[in-house]
């Protein structure tokens, strides 16, 4: 199973003052799937939907520990098996969350990342699970509380499940990927550089590493570095080529992906703003 979307229709969900009628919320919680390795990144999706014929207030929901987790589950046996949980530390706790407002037919988006990378930093336990294993199925479930998210059915849940190949870096590859995430004079690979690169890597250095991964998502993410630092540091008489460029790698990506890295991404993973898109016609 790529790609399994569960939808639910909530009435008043994450609504403020007078809840709807007949009308409900339309939520979707999307993953997108892809590939596991040392550098990559799990990605999802939040849609909140007005199809009502009226004008509402929303709250995004608040992902922290108590509501929402990551489950890693593989077959042994025919049997499924939990790996790992990831509880969330640091899971976007938004102490400046405002209302939004959707006129009807509007959608607000934001993203959840999730670095796997930051989990080798982090969490070795996370690997040390791995050891072996070649597939895994990752369940993001989040569970609305009624005095974070304004939720009248705070048990309802939102599961969404992808299907994640994990990917064994040859060790060629991983000695590599340790010269280009080191500490000692460079940054790792985190959810900082989804933002912007650090300071501390230059063009020169992503040089030396591009085109020499044997792994095709390792070198993906070093040429996206590449270009993100070009955008910031071209002179203004060439900065329009450079992002270009970049706009061209966001197109070879799964959607979910380049819009979230379209986007921005705060350091915790979460988007910092909503993206609405506008009424249906």
Request: charged share 25%; proline share 6%; aromatic share 10%.
């Amino acid at each position: 199973m790529n790609r399994l979307l569960l939808t639910f229709f909530i009435s008043s969900a994450f609504c403020l003052g007078k809840p709807l009628a007949a009308q409900d919320l339309h939520v979707e919680l999307t993953p997108a799937s892809r590939k596991i390795d040392l550098a990559t990144h799990v990605y999802f999706q939040f849609e909140i939907s007005n199809p009502s014929e009226q004008e509402v207030s929303v709250l995004p929901p608040t992902l922290n520990f108590r509501n929402f987790r990551l489950e890693y589950w593989t077959k042994e046996q025919g049997l499924s098996v939990l790996k790992y949980v990831d509880r969330g530390a640091g899971f976007g706790l938004r102490s400046d969350k405002q209302p939004i407002t959707l006129k009807p037919g509007q959608t607000a988006r934001y993203f959840l990342v999730r670095s796997l990378r930051d989990y080798r930093t982090n969490a070795p336990e996370f690997w040390e699970a791995m050891a072996g294993v070649g597939a895994l199925q990752v369940n993001a479930i989040y569970t609305p509380r009624s005095s974070l998210d304004l939720n009248q059915q705070p048990r309802i849940q939102f599961v969404a499940e992808t299907e994640l190949v994990v990917s064994n870096l040859i060790p060629r590859d991983f000695e590599l990927l340790e010269k280009l995430t080191g500490t000692n004079d460079q940054e790792g690979i985190g959810l900082g550089f989804l933002g912007a690169p650090g300071h501390k890597i230059s063009e020169e250095n992503l040089t030396q590493f591009k085109g020499k991964f044997m792994e095709e998502d390792v070198d993906e993410l070093v040429e996206f570095l590449l270009l993100k630092h070009a955008v910031t540091h071209s002179p203004e008489s060439t900065r329009n080529v450079a992002e270009q460029s970049l706009e061209h790698w966001y197109d070879r990506q799964p959607r979910i992906e380049s819009e979230a890295l379209r986007h921005g991404l705060g350091i915790n993973g979460m988007s910092e703003t909503i993206l609405i898109d506008p009424p249906v016609r």
